[in-house]
């Protein structure tokens, strides 16, 4: 399982790159998309395939559409695409110092956190299915649960409201 | 031998590349899906952490934040299309009336 897990790394880091690099914003979704589904296969390498199903289908069948769908429809031409960019030591410094950033977190924690290997193929039966997750929604986290439906029904309010020409009622 | 470390390096990585994007983009549509990035580094991180706990409340966690994902981007494409309607741009630098120039 080890290639598959280098393969889904280097192609979502790559995809990563492109969607914070891209000039477009229709090839930079493109690009989110690829490293979504190598992200879903993470989690299925995981033993999360339920989740990944979820990833794939809500990510990539969901906002992704709604990205396009809005970019479509603010239809952009070339010089509203274009940015004006901070100069480029600027930008390199930046970037250097977010990356860098993470980097520094890595440090400080080598050696202070041991971690195990992930042990593998002593996992319950039936790990991360849909009946596993439902079960744990359903008992443990039902509150949190139907809080969620409350929090998409304001999304949903609130995105009407915006989209709204006149915010006269 | 795949261990926890190198799922959490993986996702620091995507982390700081969102981050990067955060900072430096100046498109409106590449910031939310920067905010995505992060998001889904964030939920790597979770999931890794329940498969190694081998329970399922990471999992559950990671499924909450898809759904705020989902809410954050229904939301915030919509403040672009208004904010779109106003001034016909989308380059955060046209946005600049609430910054006090004294």
Same mark, same amino acid.
């Given at each position: 399982?080890?290639?598959?897990?280098?393969?889904?790394?280097?192609?979502?880091?790559?995809?990563?790159?492109?969607?914070?690099?891209?000039?477009?914003?229709?090839?930079?979704?493109?690009?989110l998309?690829?490293?979504?589904?190598?992200?879903?296969?993470?989690?299925?390498?995981?033993?999360?395939?339920?989740?990944?199903?979820?990833?794939?289908?809500?990510?990539?069948?969901?906002?992704?559409?709604?990205?396009?769908?809005?970019?479509?429809m603010?239809?952009?031409?070339?010089?509203?695409?274009?940015?004006?960019?901070?100069?480029?030591?600027?930008?390199?410094?930046?970037?250097?110092?977010?990356?860098?950033?993470?980097?520094?977190?890595?440090?400080?924690?080598?050696g202070?956190?041991?971690?195990?290997?992930?042990?593998?193929?002593?996992?319950?039966?039936?790990?991360?299915?849909?009946?596993?997750?439902?079960?744990?929604l359903?008992?443990?986290?039902?509150?949190?649960?139907?809080?969620?439906?409350?929090?998409?029904?304001?999304?949903?309010?609130?995105?009407?409201?915006?989209?709204?020409?006149?915010?006269?009622? | 031998?795949?261990?926890?470390?190198?799922?959490?390096?993986? /996702?620091?990585?995507?982390?700081?590349?969102g981050?990067? %994007?955060? !900072?430096?983009?100046?498109?409106?549509? #590449? *910031?939310?899906?920067?905010?995505?990035l992060?998001?889904?580094?964030?939920?790597?991180v979770?999931? /890794?952490?329940?498969?190694?706990?081998?329970?399922?409340? %990471?999992? !559950?966690?990671?499924?909450?934040?898809? #759904? *705020?994902?989902?809410?954050?981007?229904?939301i915030?494409?919509?403040i672009?299309?208004?904010?779109?309607?106003?001034?016909?741009?989308?380059?955060?630098?046209e946005?600049?009336e609430?910054?006090?120039?004294?």
């Open positions: 399982m080890d290639y598959l897990f280098w393969l889904f790394v280097i192609l979502g880091i790559a995809a990563a790159v492109n969607v914070v690099s891209a000039k477009n914003p229709v090839s930079a979704a493109i690009a998309v690829v490293t979504l589904l190598n992200v879903a296969g993470i989690y299925i390498l995981l033993d999360a395939t339920f989740l990944g199903i979820i990833q794939i289908l809500v990510y990539a069948g969901a906002i992704i559409v709604l990205f396009i769908f809005v970019i479509m603010l239809n952009l031409n070339e010089e509203e695409i274009k940015e004006r960019q901070a100069s480029k030591p600027v930008r390199f410094i930046i970037s250097l110092a977010s990356v860098s950033s993470m980097g520094l977190l890595f440090l400080f924690f080598r202070k956190v041991q971690f195990a290997e992930l042990v593998s193929a002593q996992m319950p039966l039936g790990y991360g299915n849909v009946k596993a997750v439902g079960w744990q359903f008992t443990e986290y039902l509150i949190p649960f139907e809080v969620t439906s409350v929090l998409l029904l304001v999304a949903i309010l609130g995105a009407v409201l915006l989209a709204k020409r006149s915010l006269k009622i | 031998m795949i261990s926890l470390n190198q799922y959490l390096i993986f /996702a620091g990585i995507l982390f700081s590349l981050l990067t %994007g955060i !900072v430096l983009r100046r498109n409106l549509l #590449i *910031l939310l899906m920067c905010v995505e992060m998001l889904n580094a964030v939920n790597i979770a999931v /890794a952490f329940s498969r190694y706990h081998q329970n399922m409340d %990471g999992q !559950v966690m990671a499924f909450f934040i898809i #759904i *705020l994902a989902a809410a954050e981007a229904s915030g494409l919509g672009i299309t208004a904010l779109f309607r106003n001034k016909i741009s989308v380059q955060t630098n946005y600049q609430l910054r006090d120039d004294t």
